[in-house]
């Protein structure tokens, strides 16, 4: 188990199992048993001191009877300083969008020569 606290990691894991064993209606110490760990374990896990694996909260869950979905999500972006030229370039029209893409071209293939 790792002990790096983020806040949010450790609230989320300590959320999801707590929820998980409530739902399923079984204490602490018959979770751990399901689960071939201890009850100290599934105990600091819930109180947000200790931030299971992703294969011990997988484990965990598995035991009181839940699954854990996990899937990417593209992040937003915001505030990016890429974005501050995005109103000049929406004015080009086609033609000069594709020579601004042509001038980045060669930029990069010089960039890359030296």
Known sequence: MSNKHTPQSTEN???????????????????????????????????????????????????AG???KRTLQLKPVVHSHMLEDSARILRLSPVERLREVANVSRFIAGARRV
Do not use: M, N
């Open 13 to 63: 894991s300590a959320s999801l199992l707590v929820q998980a064993r409530a739902k399923a209606g079984i204490a602490q110490r018959e979770l751990a048993a399901r689960a071939h760990t201890s009850q100290s374990v599934v105990a600091r896990i819930e109180r947000g001191q200790t931030i299971p694996s992703v294969e011990t909260l997988d484990r965990l869950l598995a035991a």
């Open 66 to 68: 839940f699954e854990l």
